[in-house]
């Protein structure tokens, strides 16, 4: 315990009742964050603890907006002290229970109803979950001509000015918190992805205003704008948009998709892992469209290259876990005391918005009704044209997989309920010998390994059938248990972990090749990362240092008499024993990101294509020469 109730200086009017549940409050939510934030993580991850945080607060502002308070919000965030900043100019925080509400669970008003309609955050958990987790924490209400502001450390009060008069300021609430380094280590804030949350928030809240380290975000079309800014690859047809009461979509086909893939919030919340809502979605939109084209296809075919973007705002939704990724409720309406329940189905209403809307919209429309037929009638080609090859490669793979000394598995694994399943990691590496090192140093609950043989097949130029053909890319793709769909996929971080020379990045290529090509939602949902490993180690017999770059290389031998240098030249020879210091609490992993601007189509053709004489002038022209000789790609 980091509070001793027992200190002399505490008098017995300091020792209260209300003081020991304040306390035991932070201490419980410090001690077990996993089950408010669910995960720590350093930042490398989209789903890491520090982005939690700042959506837990933004979230609040978001709902005085949908309650029509406050259209701007304001969200800054210093890379250099990591203190990140939050204003929105709604009502502004109750100032008489303005402690309460940051720092006591179960406190807040999200339990009224008639206050919040359809919100966010509903257990009152979310600013006390940023308070107990970040060592620096300040809360400033503007209200009714006053304000009150409270300073925090380690979620334990360090100051309060009261109620004081404030007639300047426009009503609404700041929020300015460090995450403590003492639980999220030396963590780091990747830019694009608070980029992407604001851009969410801005699509799913028309006429909100964001601006984020002062450059302003605003979408005038909501999902209909986040599909044509998200899109890899050209719509087949114009874009579906739907939108009914407290349900909206957008929606098309594309080429190159082995499946669908969704975009999908509840009350303004990204569900990445999808939920109630969007099987509903997906069950519909397969039903409507088969009755419209009267051909008996499997719904997967109707539904293959489909790309959409989801929401729907419901009465007190309930979700799967405190970071709310997956929807549970199966109505519009939470149910009465006694249980019963007479709202309408979540199923049935979204049916009847597409039965109406789909249909006859695609009656209207010939020309997207025809591409439409066209794209489904392909898909049904591909799918008899594999069905005997996949048959036979599942079995293969099925076979091989009990024998299989390539995959190393783990007992946890993201498809599951585990607590630790947002842990749970493959790496993909090349060659017996860097697979062994990572073997016995891994963490054998939440952490596989995959060997490659070699250099893996370049997937650019050939089709779904030459996948399952091609044994290590069918074992590869049967572990990560995606051929039918991310939705069960095995590992939450997928890592390529290479040799960092011309080789291991040439590999390194070929694989995000291979899952640009097929399975691009695996990239496009930030499953995909590389391992950086140390090229250097200098060390002396005080202590050792193992670096990353040139720089760090250069730092550490001014830092260190006498000192012994060894350059890795790949990961095959670093020992077990070191490698523990690389693939546990301090592993580096760089995520694989897309951004806007990124065509997957365009970015292919000319790396991995056919296009050899324009590659190589590139190559060519790009070329530098390192201090050490060695020629890298600029």
Not at 154 to 159: A, N, T
Request: proline fraction near 3%; aromatic fraction near 10%; include cysteine.
């Amino acid at each position: 315990m980091e509070d001793n109730l027992f200190q002399k200086n505490v008098t017995p009017d300091d020792y209260t009742d209300d003081s020991i549940v304040h306390l035991e409050d932070m201490e419980h939510i410090r001690l077990r964050p996993g089950m408010y934030i669910g995960k720590l993580g350093d930042g490398s991850s989209h789903d890491d603890g520090i982005y939690v945080l700042i959506k837990e607060v933004i979230d609040n502002s978001i709902d005085e907006f949908t309650s029509g308070y406050g259209k701007k919000i304001q969200v800054n965030i210093n890379f250099a002290d990591r203190k990140v900043t939050i204003r929105d100019y709604g009502r502004g925080i109750p100032l008489g229970k303005l402690l309460e509400a940051v720092s006591r669970l179960n406190t807040g008003a999200k339990y009224d109803s008639k206050v919040f309609q359809k919100s966010v955050g509903l257990n009152g958990v979310g600013t006390k979950a940023v308070n107990a987790l970040s060592s620096f924490f300040r809360v400033q209400a503007f209200r009714d001509g006053s304000t009150r502001a409270a300073e925090f450390a380690d979620g334990k009060l360090v100051s309060d000015t009261g109620i004081l008069p404030d007639t300047t300021s426009e009503s609404g609430t700041l929020v300015e918190f460090v995450p403590d380094a003492k639980l999220f280590g030396n963590y780091h804030f990747i830019s694009e992805y608070v980029e992407r949350r604001i851009w969410n928030y801005c699509y799913l809240n028309r006429g909100l205003t964001m601006y984020y380290n002062d450059r302003r975000y605003y979408s005038k079309n909501g999902l209909l704008d986040l599909l044509e800014n998200n899109l890899q690859g050209e719509p087949l047809y114009p874009i579906i948009h739907i939108k009914e009461g407290d349900f909206e979509a957008a929606f098309t086909h594309i080429n190159g998709q082995s499946n669908d893939y969704f975009y999908s919030f509840v009350n303004g919340q990204h569900t990445t892992e999808g939920g109630t809502h969007q099987s509903a979605f997906r069950e519909g939109y397969a039903r409507v469209v088969k009755d419209f084209i009267k051909k008996d296809y499997a719904p997967e075919v109707i539904r293959q290259g489909l790309v959409c973007a989801l929401c729907v705002r419901i009465q007190e939704p309930v979700f799967e876990a405190q970071t709310k990724t997956k929807l549970g409720s199966t109505h519009l309406e939470p149910n009465h005391v006694d249980g019963t329940n007479d709202s309408p189905l979540l199923k049935t209403y979204i049916l009847d918005i597409l039965k109406r809307n789909l249909d006859n919209y695609l009656h209207i429309h010939a020309d997207t009704a025809e591409a439409l037929l066209q794209k489904i009638n392909a898909n049904e080609k591909e799918r008899k044209e594999i069905a005997g090859i996949k048959k036979i490669s599942r079995e293969a793979a099925k076979k091989a997989s009990l024998n299989n000394r390539k995959l190393r598995d783990c007992h946890v694994h993201y498809n599951t309920n585990h607590v630790r399943r947002l842990e749970s990691t493959i790496f993909i590496t090349e060659g017996d010998s860097a697979s062994g090192s990572i073997t016995k140093s891994r963490d054998v609950d939440t952490q596989a390994v995959f060997s490659l043989r070699g250099k893996p097949k370049n997937t650019y130029s050939i089709s779904k059938a030459d996948i399952y053909k091609n044994e290590e890319l069918n074992l590869l793709h049967n572990a990560l248990n995606i051929d039918d769909g991310i939705e069960n996929l095995r590992y939450n971080n997928v890592v390529i972990a290479t040799d960092a020379d011309v080789d291991g990045m040439h590999i390194r290529l070929l694989l995000l090749t291979f899952f640009l090509r097929f399975y691009p939602e695996l990239i496009q949902t930030g499953h995909v990362y590389i391992l950086q490993t140390p090229l250097f180690r200098v060390r002396n017999k005080q202590k050792t240092t193992y670096c990353y770059s040139d720089e760090e290389r250069v730092n550490a031998i001014h830092s260190t008499a006498n000192a012994e240098i060894t350059r890795f030249k790949g990961l095959g020879e670093i020992s077990p024993d070191e490698f523990k210091n690389f693939i546990g609490k301090d592993m580096r992993l760089d995520p694989v990101l897309l951004h806007k601007e990124f065509d997957i189509q365009t970015t292919l053709s000319f790396y991995m294509g056919e296009n050899t004489l324009e590659r190589r002038e590139f190559i060519m022209s790009n070329l530098r020469i390192e201090d050490d000789e060695s020629i890298v790609v600029a």
